[in-house]
Nanobody, 125 residues
Framework: QVQLVESGGGLVQAGDSLRLSCAAS????????MGWFRQAPGKDREFVAS????????FYADSVKGRFTISRNGAKTTVYLQMNSLRPEDTAVYYC??????????????????WGQGTQVTVSS
C-alpha cells in the first residue's frame, strides 16, 4: 500500500514559478515509478511528467517540456514538480501517481496503482 499526499498548489500569475510536492509513504514506495497528471475543469485527466523508480529516466508531455522538471529526493519519499513559466492553460488540479512503470502519455491514466488527492494550481493572465 502506498499513500500519496500532494501540496504546494496555489494561485499565481502567468510567468511565475511554483513547486509541487508529493509525500509518498508505504513499505514499497521506493520501488514505484512516480508521475504527475493534471485535470482541468471539463477535461480528461492528462499526463504531465514521470520518473522511473531509480530516477534515471524521465518523461514529459510536450506541453510542459522545457518548463517543468520532475525530481525525487534521495530517500524516494518525496517527488517534486518544479513548474516555471506558468501559463493560464496550466490551470488544473495536479495529481501525483505511483505505478509499476513510469507513465508516458494520457493513455497511462488507467494503469496507475495509487493516486493522491490532488492540489489546485491556478494561473491568472
Amino acid at each position: 500500500q502506498v499513500q500519496l499526499v500532494e501540496s504546494g498548489g496555489g494561485l499565481v500569475q502567468a510567468g511565475d514559478s511554483l513547486r509541487l510536492s508529493c509525500a509518498a509513504s508505504g513499505p514499497t514506495v521506493s520501488s514505484y515509478a512516480m508521475g504527475w497528471f493534471r485535470q482541468a475543469p471539463g477535461k480528461d485527466r492528462e499526463f504531465v511528467a514521470s520518473m522511473s523508480w531509480s530516477g534515471g529516466v524521465t518523461f514529459y508531455a510536450d506541453s510542459v517540456k522545457g518548463r517543468f522538471t520532475i525530481s525525487r529526493n534521495g530517500a524516494k519519499t518525496t517527488v517534486y514538480l518544479q513548474m516555471n513559466s506558468l501559463r493560464p492553460e496550466d490551470t488544473a488540479v495536479y495529481y501525483c501517481a505511483a505505478g509499476r512503470v513510469p507513465p508516458r502519455s494520457d493513455y497511462d491514466v488507467g494503469s496507475q496503482a495509487y493516486w493522491g488527492q490532488g492540489t489546485q494550481v491556478t494561473v491568472s493572465s
